[in-house]
């Protein structure tokens, strides 16, 4: 998780959601890429990576309109017990890529 935060924190078009990586937290990441719409960014990292990924508003729209992502959402990503790193490493490639390519 510490990695994936990290390195997309890097690029200045995405956007966290939660608390910072030094601060307690569960194995989620909420993000926008800034140029992209999120089921689109979703549907991306499908496609191109194979990564997938939960995109919307979560079942939580009230969340999203504290967070200002309303009506879009967000996309979430879940790292679990059976995460590696080199997933998380991938991941966080994957997302730094169509970073770039949406500036």
Same mark, same amino acid.
């Given at each position: ?65 504290? +967070? ?29 890529? +169509? ?5």
């Amino acid at each position: 998780m510490q990695g994936l935060l990290e390195h997309v924190r890097r690029h200045e078009a995405v956007r966290l959601y939660g608390p910072d990586a030094d601060e307690p937290r569960l194995g989620l990441v909420s993000l926008n890429v800034q140029g992209m719409w999120p089921c689109d960014l979703g549907l991306a990292l499908e496609q191109r990576f194979g990564i997938l990924t939960r995109v919307g508003l979560h079942c939580a729209p009230a969340a999203h309109r504290t +967070l200002g992502t309303l009506p879009t959402g967000t996309v979430r990503l879940s790292v679990g017990w059976f995460t590696t790193r080199e997933d998380v490493d991938y991941t966080a490639e994957a997302v730094a890529a +169509l970073a770039a390519e949406a500036r």
